[in-house]
């Protein structure tokens, strides 16, 4: 799978954090967490440092872990470097690739997730660049993207309404993306066969064969 694009918060779970983001008075330039070029590239508003981002950005952790379908995507290890941005009427982040590493962690995921409804905001697409394709995403609210960092990626400019997202990054128990990829496929695979026709000695076999190349994959 290139990207996994899922249900994570319900609509009272993000318009409660929708409504807390918008009262906050912390708000500064998104420049403050671009380097280099991309400084150039991205004109956005980003929450500050403050009790309350700590709060949202628990909550938003919490949520990702406790979820199983991301667990199984991800081989999740930890969530780090949270943010929360607004993109109003003018604004964009132009294309970039993450950096692959920060002293908190390595980035071997990302991922964004909608805190408004599509309706609200025109443009603001998240274009990733996954060669020989290009996809368009646009999500409904309470919605999660995650897509392996190495890829380009860029927001498109919002040329009416506010774009309003929690993006960060995940750190992965599995560091290559091909190996996680092929544990989730099998995992996937084997799970939805042991549901369509029980347990065997071969289900068996093939779960010892998974939990050897889940071991010889861990970092």
Not at 118 to 135: A, N, R
Request: aromatic share 10%.
């Amino acid at each position: 799978m290139l990207y996994l694009a899922s249900n994570l918060l319900n609509r009272e779970k993000s318009d409660d954090i929708r409504k807390r983001l918008l009262i906050s008075s912390d708000w500064v330039d998104g420049k403050v967490s671009a380097k280099g070029s991309s400084n150039l590239a991205k004109r956005n508003l980003q929450l500050n440092n403050c009790d309350e981002k700590t709060r949202l950005t628990d909550d938003i952790s919490n949520a990702i872990k406790n979820n199983l379908l991301i667990n199984n995507f991800t081989f999740l290890d930890k969530v780090f470097n949270v943010l929360f941005t607004r993109t109003g009427t003018g604004m964009y982040y132009g294309p970039h690739v993450d950096s692959p590493y920060l002293p908190t962690g390595r980035r071997d995921l990302s991922f964004t997730i909608f805190l408004n409804s599509p309706d609200e905001y025109k443009g603001g697409e998240l274009i990733l660049y996954i060669p020989p394709e290009t996809k368009t995403i646009k999500l409904n609210q309470g919605d999660i993207i995650i897509y392996p960092t190495r890829y380009l990626h860029e927001v498109r400019q919002v040329t009416n309404g506010e774009r309003m997202v929690c993006v960060g990054w995940i750190e992965s128990q599995i560091a290559k993306d091909d190996e996680r990829e092929d544990l989730y496929l099998i995992k996937s695979s084997l799970e939805q066969i042991i549901g369509k026709h029980g347990n065997s000695n071969e289900t068996q076999n093939l779960q010892l064969s998974f939990n050897r190349l889940y071991k010889r994959f861990l970092n």
